[in-house]
């Protein structure tokens, strides 16, 4: 399940910037050489934006490729490493559920009704990157905290 949500995800963001660089160079091209400035590039530009970054987020975080601070959690000693790392997890399950998926449901139903101005877009779609992230970051939590308990139960000596 992990090597498709990361397939898909990857392939997401990837296409996503793609889609972004050629915008981009529309945009350029249409304000300096044709003199008359594309209206809908720099809306889509940063909504997509917004999309890319969250995706992108999760997936770093799915891949332990965020930034991280570990200043603290190398000064604990190695038999309490395992508890530093679960807390930290609590932490972030914490954040995910407040913030994005809780915070994010209600800008997603906030939003509904509203339109962008240059796309004619509906806004709630925007908002809807928070619970797709939400719910991305969410499913890779809950693989770090299976992958941080089964490592310790390998290390740990049975009696």
């Known amino acids: 399940m992990r090597k ?13 910037m793609i889609v972004m660089v050629l915008v981009a ?3 350029v091209f249409t304000r300096f050489v044709l003199n008359a400035p594309s209206t809908v590039s720099e809306e889509f ?9 969250m995706i992108g987020s999760a997936y770093a975080y799915g891949k332990k490729k965020h930034l991280a601070v570990v200043f603290l959690a190398r000064k604990v000693p190695g038999k309490y490493q395992l ?4 807390l930290v997890d609590a932490l972030v399950l914490l954040f995910i559920v407040v913030i994005l998926l809780f915070g994010g449901t209600k800008a997603y139903s906030n939003a509904i009704g509203q339109v962008s101005s240059a ?15 939400g719910v991305l970051f969410l499913f890779y939590s809950m693989l770090h905290i299976k992958e941080n308990l089964t490592s310790h139960k390998k290390v740990t000596p049975t009696d």
């Open 83 to 86: 508890y530093v790392r679960l």
């Open 45 to 53: 530009l940063r909504y997509a934006l917004i999309w890319l970054t």
């Open 119 to 133: 796309l004619g877009m509906p806004m709630q779609y925007l908002y809807l990157s928070l619970i797709v992230a």
């Open 25 to 27: 160079c529309w945009q």
């Open 4 to 16: 498709i949500v990361d397939r898909v995800t990857a392939f997401l963001t990837c296409s996503l």
